[in-house]
């Protein structure tokens, strides 16, 4: 049971260009959702959150959109920057305790 | 250290031995989860724990799987007789308080059993 799924396994963006991740979630319960960003060898790294109450979040380069009634959100980063080449985890959360994660998108940044 | 530091950051080891991998967390970090990652999978819950309160194992896939949480601070994820299908990167985050986030993550423990 996938309660939270990105379809997408991969995307290559140019750079300077807006990378899109998209993320889809079946529990309506969820109330917080994150993104985490992957390197190679390396724990996940805090990126951008945001709260059910919101339907946006900006911090700097990357904006977290998040659509209720559709169960959906996305991260937008713009311009991508090659730096940005790395596997990027949605995540939800209820009660904010343990994460529910997707598989993951891997994201390439073309020079 | 500044991060969440987990030991050891590899492992291998043969099918039915006991392993035990090592997580400290962030200083003054109430919460402790562990995670893990088996391969082309995204992150899976195992357990949680939040300060004196009795730990969530809802994500513990076997009773081959245990772990404790010593002083409120290090904790050990213990597997005992190892089987193939547990190799996995197992991974360790801690945030600040009850349901605080975002959490945060160690680089992880790659256990490869032979």
């Known amino acids: 049971d996938q309660q939270v799924k990105q379809n997408s396994p991969s995307l290559s963006v140019q750079e300077g260009r807006i990378s899109i991740l998209n993320c889809d979630y079946t529990n309506s319960m969820f109330d917080y959702f994150l993104w985490y960003k992957k390197y190679p060898a390396e724990g996940p790294t805090f990126l951008i959150s945001?709260?059910?109450?919101?339907d946006k979040n900006e911090d700097g380069r990357f904006t977290v959109f998040l659509n209720k009634s559709a169960k959906h959100l996305s991260l937008h980063i713009v311009p991508s920057q090659p730096g940005d080449s790395a596997v990027y985890f949605c995540?939800?959360?209820?009660?904010?305790?343990?994460?529910?994660f997707g598989t993951g998108t891997r994201l390439t940044i073309i020079p | 250290g500044a991060g969440v530091s987990q030991s050891p950051s590899n492992k291998v080891t043969e099918k039915g031995k006991d392993v035990e991998l090592r997580c400290d967390p962030i200083s003054g970090h109430t919460a402790l989860y562990w995670y893990r990652q088996s391969l082309g999978q995204g992150l899976e819950f195992l357990i949680y724990f939040q300060g004196n309160s009795a730990p969530d194992k809802s994500g513990l896939p076997s009773d081959r799987f245990s772990a404790e949480r010593t002083g409120g601070s290090v904790s050990t994820l213990t597997i005992q007789r190892t089987q193939q299908e547990d190799s996995a990167v197992y991974l360790c985050?801690?945030?600040?308080?009850?349901?605080?986030?975002?959490?945060?993550f160690g680089d992880g423990t790659r256990l490869s059993i032979l």
């Open positions: 945001i709260s059910s109450i919101k």
């Open positions: 995540a939800a959360t209820f009660g904010n305790e343990k994460l529910t």
């Open positions: 985050a801690s945030s600040y308080r009850t349901g605080g986030q975002p959490q945060h």
